[in-house]
């Protein structure tokens, strides 16, 4: 399971939906609530500021930023109430497509940091999802980035110096 902020947000939501609709969360076991560990369950946002409660500014918006990607449009979760009450599914949808491909792309980074892939990996997983939101005409993921930031081209630098 890959999040960003999942265990203070979408594994609570799912397990409240669970309990109100009696369904049954067997995946949500005690190694998914251990915190300090990125198996089975890796929230982003607490391995890349390594677990420190004090840092908030680690949001999806910057950290997409900071990898080549666009901001969210002014679009932010609390908005989605607002928007359903407004019958604006399709923005909805756009809203949440947009975050899985940020996380997708963020996750990328991080193994290609981590030294879990190869920067080839990286380039083909980085490269397959940008043309799959192209192809799908996903602009909320592709306006605005920066694909030599975003997918490190060859030509680029692929280790940091010191």
Same mark, same amino acid.
């Given at each position: 399971?890959?999040?960003?902020?999942?265990?203070?947000?979408?594994? *609570?939501?799912?397990? %409240? /939906?669970?309990?109100? &609709?009696? =369904?049954?969360?067997?995946? #949500?076991? $005690?190694? @998914?609530?251990?915190? !300090?560990?990125?198996? *089975? &369950? %890796?929230? =982003?946002?607490?391995?890349?500021?390594?677990?420190?409660? #004090?840092?908030?500014? !680690? #949001?999806?918006?910057?950290?997409?930023?900071?990898?080549?990607?666009?901001?969210? #449009?002014?679009?932010?979760?609390?908005?989605?109430?607002?928007? !359903?009450?407004?019958?604006? +599914?399709?923005?909805? &949808?756009?809203?949440?497509?947009?975050?899985?491909?940020?996380?997708?792309?963020?996750?990328?980074? !991080? +193994? /290609?940091?981590?030294?879990?892939?190869?920067?080839?990996?990286?380039? &083909?997983? $980085?490269?397959?999802?940008?043309? @799959?939101?192209?192809?799908?005409?996903?602009?909320?993921?592709?306006?605005?980035?920066? *694909?030599?930031?975003? +997918?490190?081209?060859?030509?680029?630098?692929?280790?940091?110096? $010191?």
């Amino acid at each position: 399971l890959v999040t960003f902020r999942g265990r203070s947000f979408d594994v *609570p939501v799912l397990g %409240l /939906l669970a309990l109100r &609709h009696g =369904l049954s969360l067997t995946w #949500n076991t $005690a190694a @998914h609530r251990r915190r !300090y560990t990125e198996d *089975p &369950h %890796l929230d =982003l946002a607490d391995s890349l500021n390594d677990f420190s409660p #004090n840092i908030r500014d !680690y #949001n999806l918006e910057a950290l997409s930023s900071l990898i080549g990607m666009n901001g969210k #449009n002014g679009v932010k979760g609390n908005s989605v109430a607002a928007m !359903y009450a407004a019958g604006e +599914l399709g923005k909805i &949808h756009g809203y949440c497509t947009a975050d899985v491909a940020r996380t997708s792309f963020l996750l990328f980074r !991080y +193994l /290609l940091m981590r030294g879990r892939i190869s920067i080839e990996k990286y380039r &083909h997983a $980085a490269g397959g999802l940008f043309q @799959h939101c192209l192809d799908k005409q996903l602009m909320g993921v592709t306006f605005g980035a920066d *694909p030599k930031v975003l +997918l490190l081209p060859a030509e680029a630098p692929a280790v940091a110096t $010191a």
